[in-house]
Each structure stands twice: as C-alpha cells, then as structure tokens.
C-alpha cells in the first residue's frame, strides 16, 4: 500500500493535481484511515467507505465550492472532509472528534449545510441551482456553476426525494444527482423501487422502466462504483451539463471493512451496527437504554405474536438501534414491518392498520417523529386510531444537532387527542405498552421509551438494593383512577405522588423521575451553616398531555411551591402547563385574595446545541440537584 | 335528461340494483346535482365533476364497506357521499351543509377516515390491507376484502403518496389504486412525473418508462375516465385481484360546468376558482383577508423583481386562495415558482435559494405548513437561512377539522432561531414583509397574514375613520430598538405599547389586536350600577417568538395583571410563554416578598373543530369583549 498522499491534501485543488494513476492509491489510504478511525471512534464507516472513490472522483472534477456538492444526510461527507482540509481530524486520534459528523458551513466553504435527515439533498440543490438560474445561469453572477446532490444509501426512498426529484425535472437546468446504490439502507432496502434499480444493475442501466426517466430525468449508469478512473469520466462528461441528470453508481457499502472485522471476529450484523459504530468497540459494553428498553419491549411483544394476528412492530429503517434486533425481525416475520425511510408512510400506515382492527406498535427516534407532525395530527389523533408509538431517544442527550431528543414534548404534548406517556421505569414502560396495545379504547398514544437517568436509577437500585424503581404493577386502583383533567382518558392520567411531603411539591417528568428523588432526600438532611431540612413531596406525572387537575389542586393545601422537572425543551412543553393552570386558576381570584401557588420550571432552553456532553447540558439548564436544591432554598427561605 | 335515479339510491345496493343502461342517465343526474349544489353552496366541485363515472363504477363494482375505499384528501367523495345514503344533502337545499366536505367515519360506514391533506391514501390503505392479510387475506376474518385508494388531481405529487407507492409494491397483496389523472393540479401541474404521464395517456398506456411500473405496480390504462361503462369494465377485472395494481383514469375536471359557466360569462380561472368555491358566488363580493393581504403583499414585491433577480415567489399549488392571482404570476416569470402539493420540498427548496444568496418568499397555508415541521427545524432553522414564509389562514375560523389555522403558533413559535411575526394591520405586514426581504441578517421569518379581525378593523376605520390601523412605519426608533431577549435579533422583537394605562395590561397578539383595543375602550367607560372604569394598557407584541422582558419588567410598575389574547391553541402557545416568565422570576423570590403578578390567557383550547363558526368559537374559549372585560372586573375587584 502506497501511503502518503493524504496528509498533503488541504484542498481539492490538491486532488486534481495529483497524478491520475495516483488516484487509487489515495483511495486506499482513505479507506484504511476510515477503518482505524471507524475502530477507535465510531461513526457513520460503512456509508463512507462505500463512498470513498466516488467522493475523491467529485473533487477531482468538480471546482467545489463554485460547484457546489450537497450531500444527503451527510453520513456520507467524511471524505469530502478528509479532501477539503479536514484529513488531520481522522488521521491523527487527539483531533477526532474535532469536526462533526455531518456537513456544517461553518467548518468549512465546502459544506452547503447542516444536514442529518434523510432525502432533503435534491430539494436543497433544486434551490441553489434556482437562484444560479436567475442570476445568469452557470456562467453567471450567483457565485454558482454546476449543483450536484449526493444521495442514496436507503434515503432516496424518502418522501421528500421523490418531490425533488420531480422538481428537479420541471427546473430543467444543470443538476447533477448522484445516486449511491449500494443495494442497502441501514438495515435492508424496503420498497418496489428497488427490484426495479436491481434491474437497471444487472441491466447495466438499459433496463426499463426505469424511475429517473420516469421522473422526466436523463441517466447514466457507473456499474463499478468503486473505480475511481470510471467515476472521473463519468463526472466528466455531465461537467457544465444543461439539463437534469441522474448518475446511477453501484458501490459496496463497508468496502475495505470486511477483512479486518473478520479477522476480529465480527461476521455479521456489520452494515447494521458500524452505521453508527464499530461493533468490536461495542462488544461486551452494557446496552445503552435505547437497545435495553428497546429489546424488552419486543420481548413484552413477541409471545403475543402467536395468539394475536394483527399485532404489528413497524420499524421506518433504524430497527438495530432501538433493540430491534435482527434475531427478533425473523422470528417475527409478518408481524414486522420495515418501511425504508419513510416516517411519514409509516405513521400513516400505523394507522390504516389499527382502523382496520390491527395492533401497530410503531417505533423510531424523537428527531425522525418530527417528520410526521403532520400525519400524528390528521391522520392519526384526528381519526382517533389507536396506535402505539415508542419514542426512542427523546430527551436531552450529547447528540449533534440534526438529531437533538430534545424538541419532542412540545411537538407530541400539544396534538389534541394524541396521548404522550412518559414511564420512569421499565416496568411503567411494559405496563404502559401493555395497556395501550390490548385496550382499543384511546386514540394514539405515544410512550417516551425511559433513557440513561432512568436506566442509571435502574441498575444503581439492581446493584446497591435501594427503592428504585418504586412503580408498582398495573392494579391499584388509586394509581389508575381516570383523570379528569382535558382530554385526559387513560389509566395514567392521574400524578402519582410517589413521596408525600410539604412546602415543595417536586414533579419529576419521566427521565428526571429520579433527580426529583434525588432532591428530595437531600432537601430532606438539614445540611451546614443551619441549612434546615425540607420535607418535599415527590411527583411521578406519568404522562404530559393533560394535567391532573385534582392533584394540583389538593397540593395547595400543604404545598406553597411546585417545582417541575423535564429534560426537553421549555417553552411549549409541560412544566409551562402546570405554571399556567395555577396562574389562571390563581388570576381570577379578587384582587387581595392571597391565593397563589409559586412554581418554578427547570427544563431545556429553545436552542440547538451540538454534541454537547448531556452533563453539561443538564447544568446549563439548572436541572442539576445542587441548581434546583439551591433555588428551592433561596425562594423558602 | 332523464332525473329520479338518485333520489332512490340510499345505499350502493341501490346503484347495483339499476340497469346498466340507466347509469349514464344517473351519472348525468349526479353531474346536474352537483354543479346546482356548487353554485348554491359552494365546495370542491371541479374535482367532483370529473370523478361522477368513477365513483358510480366503484359503487357498481365494489362491496364497500368490505371492500374499502379510501379518498385521498377526500375532496373527490361528494359523488360518494351521494350514493352511500346522503345524495339529500345535495339535492335539498335546506340540507346543505349537513354533510361534511371530506369523508367522515362519523357520518357512514362507508368513509373510512377524516382527511383533507394530500397523499396519505396509499399509505392509509397498506394499513387496511396489511391487518386484512394477517386476518387471513381476502376470505379472511378481518371484515375487509379489496382495498381501494383514490388518488389523483394534483395530490399524486405529494411527498408521502411516493412513499405509498414504493411501499405497496413491497407489500405485494391485493390493493387497487385510482389514478384520477385530469391533467391538472389545484392550479397547474408541476413536476417531470407529469410529462410522462401525458405520454402514458397518448399511448393508450403502453409507453415507458412508465412510472408505476417503475415502483414495481402493475398497471392498467382507461382513457375515457368519463365513460360509466368502461369504468366498470375496468374495475370489474381486477376485483379481487392478487397484487397491487394502478388503475390510471383519464378524466375531465369540471366536466358540465363549462356550459353553465360560459353562459354566466365567467370564462376563466374555472378550476382554480371552482376548487373551493363557484366563482358566480364570489363575484362581486369584497375580498377575504387571505386575498387581500397576499395581493398586497405581491404587488409589494412584484416592483423589485426588475432589478433584484434572487426574488422569488414560491406556492405550493394553491396561490388563488392566497391573492398569488393568475395575472400576477403570469407577469413574475421565472420570479414565481409553482413546485405543485410538495410543501416540504418547497420549504428545503426555499432554503437552498437563500443560501445561495436568493430571496425565496413561500406563500401557503398555517395547516399545510405542518407537513413541513422538519423542514422548518432543520433545513431552515438550523441552517439560519434567511427565507420568508407567508402563513396564511392561521388562527381561529370556521373552517373544517382537517384544515384548522389555529395549531400554527405552538408550531412555528417553539422552533429555535425562526421568528414568527404577527403583524396588526396590512402596514405592518407590509413593513414586516419589507424587513424580511430585505435584510438577510436574520434567519427563517415566518409572517402569520392579518386575519379577518384585523382586515374588519381596517375596513371599519377606513369607513368610519377611527384610530385603527395605529401602525406607524418602521423608523421611529423606540418601535424598532433590538429586544434583549432569547433569541430576538429582529426589529420587530420589541412589544410596542399603544395605549398606556395603568392597573391591567392587555397583549393582544396579531389578529386579536383589534379585540385588545376594544377591551381597552370599553374598560375606560364607567358602566351601570357603579362599574368604574379602568384605565387599561394595550399592547401589540408584533411576534410571538421571544419575550420583550424588558417591557414585561417595566409593566409591573403601574399594573398588577396582564392579559393575554391570541387566536391560536393556547396549549405550547405564546401567552404562556408570559405567564411562565412572571412564574418564574416571581418564584424565585424569597418567601413573604409579594411580588407577584397576576396573568390570565385567552386562547384556543387544545381541541379539534369542524366547521364551527369563528364567532362561536370566540365565545367557547372567552375571547370576545365582554368576557375578557368581565374576568378582568372581577379579578381587580
């Protein structure tokens, strides 16, 4: 292996001036830099790889950024970085970590955006070439010339890449829309599309129908799409094109990984588990809550199976991460469903099959619900159909910020008719999953499936024997009494009051259950310097969509003060809602009337944040025990 | 003409029962009924008129409700409403209106879902389909046997109807899909899916790349898609079918309305007009606020387009219900752009303008923008590019359950770094709109459209001479000074205090600004039985994204309470936000410190309504001037 190229590369101009028989070499050293850094620190390696030749092939013909590359998603731009200054962030091991995993502008002139959602890449280049266009066109004053989007690897089975693909055709102007065809999504292709791109393969791109010229779009196919020398006349040849085209590559995804992962001992799972890390780095680690709450939820699931015909997990392409393993996916056959993609289809879908008498226990991350606001609220809690939904990593965590958890309660929690339940233990998830999959008697229901405070609180009280967690099974009646508060009807409408105090009532929303204990037992120790104990009562909500009126309402007797505690965004979530209903309630008394419950809300500030350490969000927003404990003191005092 | 059929039909047996000879005469009965109804009432005629044979076919052929039929946005179902036991309504006009405009499980058991956004049916009907084959398949137990989605005029575009297709191709079973293709949108059709639908239709169907077939469906070709007898030809043939098959019909929208029409001297715009209304009716009445305000707002632009080429109109098919006129778009060029029912591309299109240093203005509905929610976070948001949106129709009306414009504030104002302005007047939106298009130094603007209260208002000063609009330009310097709060960086981010008064604060956002004034007016007057006058403050926020905390602090001075008005769901809104910054700093302060403020909000319960009048529903969540005026009498009392 020939080494060395890669370090002197600050710029594409470095690629073009290499000698063209070079090329491969520079291929390689990519790769293999990819793998050891995919080791040592995770990330999206098997897109990459699958893309390494194509990437230096864009570069080399291309003038970014005066053409200007945008990459779908962009799990697929680790390369392109590599290639436009950034090599030394996944070469040398004390930088990683330095760039983000995503294009971002403002590391780099290269990167036209922030982008982690899937299919959006075409749409976004039918806007640059649009404003290229009235501007002059490609010899013009835009600052633009030749637009091209990188898509593929399961995305272009997304809603909105069919839109841009049949925009783009209408625009008719120079674009050039790279499809990475590597016969896989995250987990396995999903869609009648793809029998037909299996046919254009094997047909060498001669096959019809095919669905780009069915689109109005021109096409070419590369069926090696892993020589870089192919992949450099291809791009040449549509350089300065004046019209739309598709350029169909057929590459391996994970190329280059196989022989190391084999000699390691990992045979299998690999394009599932190194989409978002290496699994030798993963094995023997516990599971992180996702995959733990995850995986006993089908557990929960799968006996039922058998005895219930129309029980359905619907998984929208990311099953791997939340604990859907691919042992479960088998045996459960029909009653799995991968969608591809494909949010929207399938919260649609979820709902066709629960009008028709069916189970759908639909299951995705916070981030990608977002994609179906639209469809939670009409097609589902507008027709009332009572669909489960399990929402995965919602909450504040050190993600980057195309997929922050953290912007869930105000989308789910203000959808009328639609309940979002929030467990505090794995035992209230399986009975908040049991319920809402063998009633029929509600309409949507969404469940915050618990994660890392929750699971912490979890094996701490496993390891050490302490009290958590407290939720006691599905029977008392005083714990499942209906509420009667809004549009309140589920047996977890009512707040249970875990912990029975005065002076502070501490209402600890899902994930921060157990920092609300935690306050709790330290306010109650009377500390230094005369710091006086306080006997603070400990509220688990059970749910964000509706308020326990009478809870709030007998709290007053004993209680001056209400602290509510969430790990989302504030504003539009639901402390605001307790703060609101006693203000109302307190407004309307005559002036003089001394009727006033104070409260305090600690929750997520209305922010995007960028791989920020979850700690460290947790002290920035206050929701720390010595913040809140600090700020109860002080207003008691 | 022969008449009668329809008034013995009350079921689809009924239309079995005739002699196939009679179903001409009955779709021609249809076709009279429908364009009377039209004229008298209103309605999506033009897209009922093409489909009378179709549905007349479905009901001849098919077993609904076994088999299941699925309209997708359900805008073509009258023709079904009327063979399914509700022709009545059609017929006689004191029952106008007692029908619903979109299908309705509450209203038969032959609707299956409420709908009234684009492209879900496909998806709705995997749903059916798939617990159908898990309950045995076609013969089995599920209560369901063929499934049927009706598809077409314009929504076939949509981004989740591509979705649909894909996935029900994979799944492979029994689904039969109307393509009602009438060659045209709500205005035109866009995209390059279109142009080869025209070469399928002069073809007889058998050209490629056929673009079902390049999902993977089978296909089928009728081109008189007005003729009753091929139709039923058609669908009898692939009744009980295997496998997912398209049934692409040819139709005429608006077909028997053009006689009638040409004869009233209306000539043009039909199948615009006629979507929502018949365009005798309107004739000669003075414009809605959506009309007027977004004629305004082009006519603003329309001078700029000359010599600032990056302007750009954007619809997303629907301009005529927002004053983008024909006229108008005929004179803007290539500076207007109709990317057709394809709302998320268009906002990732917008974004992709405005990064390439365009000025992308996207003009559509506060209900279809909810299809964008991840767009908006994402690829505008958190990329900060500078595009304005024109949301029109937001706020409390009479309008259907499935098109409410009152969820749009806890949408756009929890987004970070996007600014949702409220204009008061048709000068301010002017300014606003100025402001946004203008300036790039700030990131997405959304501008919610001065509703009916505002243009009743400015009609009513323009008549009567009164103080409305109050709305002053956009120099004077303490209007525009930068607010200090969050994450306000617009000149628009400070409250702008119209009226100052003591004692009682009144916010009355956007449209419910003219309420504020006349709480105001009326609360200064002593009233009967020794009521004294308050002598209130009234407050325009102009947006609803950040809080002007210093105007906040600076009320307490002379106020004890402060109101909040504002014609949107309350729940995750912007009122709270108020009510929740008082909470909170007051929270904090040391027990026995009576700084306390008092707040009450009006707004929208969280709740959907169909069809309910807007004054009705002023009264239902308080917000009209006598209850306002009576909780705040009480509460100084």
Known sequence: MVGGFLEHISSPADVKALDSKNLPALCQEIRTTLVRYGKLHGGHIGSNLGMVEATVALHRVFDSPLDKIVFDVSHQSYVHKMLTGRAPAYMDERLFGTVTGFTNPEESEHDMFVLGHTGTSISLACGLAKTRDLMGGLDGTSGTRNVIAVIGDGSLSSAIAFEGLNNAAEQGTNMIIVVNDNEMSIAEDFGGMYGQLARLRASGGTSQPNIFNAFGLDYRYVEDGNDVAALVEAFSQVKDIDHPIVIHIHTAKGLGLDAEDAAAGVKEGRCEANHWQDPLAAQGNPLGARKHYGQLAMARLEPRFASEPGL??????????????REFRERAGVHYV????????????????????????????????????????????????????LVFGAGISGADNTHSGAFDIPMFANIPNLTYLTPTSGDAFLAMLDWSTTSHDHGA??????????????????????????????????????????????????????????????????????????????????GDGGVSAIDASVIDPQQCTSLDTACLEALRKRHSMVVTLEDAQLSGGWGEQVTVYYANQDGLQPAGVDKHMRVLNFGAAKEFTDRVPAQDLYKRYGLTAPQVEQAIRSALR
Do not use: C, W
């Open 312 to 325: 359905v997990v619907i998984s929208p392409a990311t099953p791997g991460s939340n604990g859907i393993t």
């Open 338 to 389: 991968d969608t591809g993609i494909t949010e929207e289809h399938a919260v649609a879908f979820a709902s066709g099959i629960a009008k028709a008498g069916g189970t759908p226990v639909l299951a995705t991350s916070a981030t990608f619900f977002q994609r179906t606001f639209d469809q939670l609220q009409q097609e589902l809690s507008l027709n009332g159909t009572p669909v489960t939904l």
């Open 445 to 526: 229901v969404a469940i915050r499936v618990p994660g890392e405070p929750i699971l912490a609180a979890e094996r701490a009280a496993a390891t050490h024997g302490g009290a958590y967690p407290r939720y006691r099974g599905g029977t008392a009646a005083e714990t499942h009494a209906k509420g009667d508060a809004g549009n309140a009807d589920t047996p977890f409408a009512r707040y249970r009051v875990t912990r029975q105090g005065t002076d502070v009532a501490i209402l600890g929303l899902g994930n921060m259950y157990p920092l609300a204990e935690r306050i709790a037992a330290d306010l109650a120790e009377s």
